[in-house]
């Protein structure tokens, strides 16, 4: 489900976790894990960088899920940078791979990257 590294960088620490919910995976369970996780890291980084694919439409964000998500991150004072769908089909597009950062100042760029021969998600990124 997930997974932490802490990354030095000019003598700051980076939490990087990066998450993967599987489309049977109770919604209000994951939730619960996240905060959870974050519980333990927050206080040992400087900096905090959540990425993956969470399976939760933020294209649909008139849904409790999408809220729950975003409104249990943002507790955390974390944001999410992704504004382009990287779940794209023919017949959809859906912003699930999503990026949380607790300070968007760390950044230079953000984005996609089509990757077809490779995925059926786009590659998301952040840049320092």
Excluded: C
């Amino acid at each position: 489900m997930y997974l932490w590294i802490s990354v030095v960088l000019n003598d700051q620490v980076f939490g990087v976790g990066v998450v993967s919910r599987p489309l049977q995976m109770n919604y209000n369970f994951f939730i619960n894990e996240l905060e959870t996780s974050l519980s333990v890291i927050y206080p040992e980084v400087d900096y905090v960088i959540r990425l993956g694919d969470f399976n939760i439409d933020l294209l649909v964000y008139d849904i409790l899920v999408a809220e729950s998500l975003v409104d249990m991150l943002s507790s955390f004072g974390l944001t999410q940078i992704v504004d382009a769908p990287a779940r794209i089909t023919l017949t959809s597009a859906k912003l699930i791979d999503l990026i949380f950062i607790s300070d968007k100042e760390i950044l230079s760029d953000e984005g996609t990257l089509p990757v077809h021969d490779f995925s059926d998600h786009d590659l998301t990124f952040p840049l320092k």
